[in-house]
T-cell receptor, first 115, second 113 residues
Framework: EPEVTQTPSHQVTQMGQEVILRCVPISNHLYFYWYRQILGQKVEFLVSFYNNEISEKSEIFDDQFSVERPDGSNFTLKIRSTKLEDSAMYFC?????????????FGSGTQLSVL | GNSVTQMEGPVTLSEEAFLTINCTYTATGYPSLFWYVQYPGEGLQLLLKATKADDKGSNKGFEATYRKETTSFHLEKGSVQVSDSAVYFCALVGSGNTGKLIFGQGTTLQVKP
């Protein structure tokens, strides 16, 4: 079965540093998402992306965050200046069509630790 | 706003025991409801879903019924196996929304032989 791939599986960074989390969605998918889960808390929606632009974003997704699909295969989440509270598991997901929550494929996540 | 509440974990059961993981939701309109599962080291996988009241989703021996009157979507399995050990997430998508899942906090299930 096709899968969404995320790298790295674990990222450690110093507070104030920029990080880029990488995702390779399923090749024919058109809709892309980032979610995160702070330890012990709920999985939270961050952003959805379609046709090279953000479709929807949550209040968490402030100016420190950005997403990009630089080369037609990768989908990245950048945090410009990390804070301690950005430490979380970040999940990438993709789907073939709009309203595709029934066929939303998730990656295994990147655990971000900000020190 | 929309929200999902799951029972606290971890849940520890012996093999072949009956499983219930409670999930209740708050939403306007007619949401679709889901259970996702995350096995160790893997991504979230859709386990089952229900899109309207009284629908029963089922997969791999797991079941959940969409109860609008009690705003619940409890996950059940009659006889758990060690291989069912995972984290289970209840989630919803509000009516009219696309792709934006609202998750519960997850419930860890550990099944002992």
């Amino acid at each position: 079965e096709p899968e969404v791939t995320q790298t790295p599986s674990h990222q450690v960074t110093q507070m104030g540093q920029e990080v880029i989390l990488r995702c390779v969605p399923i090749s024919n998918h058109l809709y892309f998402y980032w979610y995160r889960q702070i330890l012990g808390q709920k999985v939270e929606f961050l952003v959805s992306f379609y046709n090279n632009e953000i479709s929807e974003k949550s209040e968490i997704f402030d100016d420190q965050f950005s997403v990009e699909r630089p080369d037609g295969s990768n989908f990245t989440l950048k945090i410009r200046s990390t804070k301690l509270e950005d430490s979380a598991m970040y999940f990438c997901a993709s789907s073939l069509d709009r309203g595709g929550h029934e066929k939303l494929f998730f990656g295994s996540g990147t655990q971000l630790s900000v020190l | 706003g929309n929200s999902v509440t799951q029972m606290e974990g971890p849940v520890t059961l012996s093999e072949e025991a009956f499983l219930t993981i409670n999930c209740t939701y708050t939403a306007t309109g007619y949401p679709s409801l889901f259970w996702y599962v995350q096995y160790p080291g893997e991504g979230l996988q859709l386990l089952l879903k229900a899109t309207k009241a009284d629908d029963k989703g089922s997969n791999k021996g797991f079941e959940a019924t969409y109860r609008k009157e009690t705003t619940s979507f409890h996950l059940e399995k009659g006889s758990v196996q060690v291989s069912d050990s995972a984290v289970y997430f209840c989630a919803l998508v509000g009516s009219g929304n696309t792709g934006k899942l609202i998750f519960g906090q997850g419930t860890t299930l550990q099944v002992k032989p």
